[in-house]
């Protein structure tokens, strides 16, 4: 039985067959689902991109193929990474887990390549357990988010203090972040990092920075959306 086990878990043939890349392929196809399933189910919406969950799925196959065609040939080793070294990758930047979830996809891939499947399926059911838990049960949240706001205010009114009593009003925390002149210097655009108290009104916020500002624009986002 324990023989058995081991065999299941482990592929130590060195022979590649048509039948040995169809289950290669096929398991690498499948883990790569599951994977994708699992960023598709627990991405933030804001940052999720469809492109990636496709990728997720056809990474795994990829690069079991790949490992299959080298096997333990260094020439064809060598030649391989000579001519992935030409490839560039170019995308928009996008939040910091998807990295997570490519060298996720990397290590399940390599595992089928290698004949690892027990073990390579134990891994991508077991880390995604973990990542859906974690999503779940909020681990690491932060209970307050940073906001970045920007105020524009005429250049006779004094903005070291000018807007101290409503931000200490309405946020937990403040701090002026960059001071910057605009329109030719008739204008100041101040920035500031906020936390917003829980029982306060951006709209109620807004409003009196507004009468404090002149009815000068006024952005409170957050500060990846801020555009330059």
Not at 29 to 50: C, D, H, P, S, V
Request: charged letters at 15%; aromatic letters at 10%; hydrophobic letters at 45%.
């Amino acid at each position: 039985m324990s023989n058995f086990f081991n065999q299941l878990l482990i592929n130590t043939s060195s022979d590649l067959t048509v039948l040995s890349s169809m289950i290669t392929m096929v398991i690498s196809l499948l883990l790569g689902g599951i994977i994708a399933f699992t960023y598709y189910k627990t991405q933030n919406k804001e940052y999720y991109q469809r492109s990636l969950a496709v990728t997720l799925c056809m990474l795994p196959i990829i690069l079991s193929v790949i490992i299959l065609f080298i096997g333990s040939n260094i020439a064809r080793a060598f030649s391989l990474a000579g001519t992935l070294s030409i490839i560039r990758f170019r995308s928009a930047p996008g939040d910091a887990k998807d990295i997570g979830f490519i060298f996720f996809d990397i290590a399940a891939g390599l595992a089928c390549g290698v004949g690892l499947y027990g073990y390579g399926a134990m891994f991508v059911i077991v880390l995604c357990l973990a990542i859906i838990l974690l999503e779940k049960f909020n681990v690491f949240e932060k209970t307050h988010r940073i906001k970045s706001l920007r105020i524009v205010i005429p250049e006779d009114l004094n903005y070291e203090d000018a807007f101290s009593d409503i931000l200490d009003k309405y946020t937990q925390k403040h701090s002026l972040t960059r001071v910057k002149t605009t329109d030719l210097g008739s204008l100041f655009e101040v920035c500031y990092n906020v936390v917003m108290r829980p029982d306060t009104s951006e709209q109620e916020f807004i409003n009196e920075l507004r009468c404090r500002n002149g009815n000068l624009n006024i952005i409170l986002s957050l500060p990846q959306q801020i555009i330059k």
